[in-house]
């Protein structure tokens, strides 16, 4: 799973060059969601994404079941950086609406508590601060 900003730029070029490292990674699936640098996956949108990385699950405010596993994601963060990629009101409006009450695994790219902290969850996982990362268990 990756929680941290994957495409640099606006090329689909580089989103294939993504999908081919994935399929390089050992694992039995992958699940990949952006962040705020990713300006280019919010303007196409997540069903468009999903096309350009099929060999992982895209999570933009939705969940997928593996293996019994609940996992929902958000490309959700806060930042003071002018890269603001899924960080406007409307998109923190659409993430309130459309979170769950509960999942078994959460992954986001911020560490967003005003959304975290409403969702029911054993595993919090989450990328954005560039020197650091997450994992919490409730």
């Given at each position: 799973?990756?929680?941290r900003?994957?495409?640099?730029?606006?090329?689909i070029?580089?989103?294939?060059?993504?999908?081919?490292?994935?399929?390089?990674?050992?694992?039995?699936?992958?699940?990949?969601?952006?962040?705020?640098?990713?300006?280019?996956?919010e303007?196409?949108?997540?069903?468009?994404?999903?096309?350009?990385?099929?060999?992982?699950?895209?999570?933009?405010?939705?969940?997928?079941?593996?293996?019994?596993?609940?996992?929902?994601?958000?490309?959700?963060?806060?930042?003071?950086?002018?890269?603001?990629?899924?960080?406007?009101?409307?998109?923190?409006?659409?993430?309130?609406?459309?979170?769950?009450?509960?999942?078994?695994?959460?992954?986001?790219?911020?560490?967003?508590?005003?959304?975290?902290?409403?969702?029911?969850?054993?595993?919090?996982?989450?990328?954005?601060?560039?020197?650091?990362?997450?994992?919490?268990?409730?």
């Amino acid at each position: 799973m990756t929680s941290r900003h994957f495409s640099l730029k606006n090329c689909i070029q580089k989103m294939c060059s993504f999908n081919n490292w994935l399929l390089s990674c050992s694992a039995k699936q992958r699940i990949v969601l952006g962040g705020n640098h990713d300006h280019f996956l919010e303007r196409i949108g997540a069903d468009r994404v999903q096309e350009l990385l099929p060999s992982a699950v895209y999570l933009e405010n939705s969940s997928y079941q593996y293996e019994g596993v609940s996992i929902w994601g958000t490309p959700l963060s806060n930042g003071r950086s002018p890269n603001r990629a899924f960080q406007s009101p409307d998109f923190l409006k659409k993430t309130q609406e459309q979170k769950p009450k509960e999942v078994d695994i959460l992954i986001t790219h911020g560490l967003c508590e005003e959304i975290t902290s409403t969702i029911d969850h054993k595993l919090h996982i989450w990328g954005h601060s560039h020197n650091s990362y997450g994992i919490r268990y409730p």
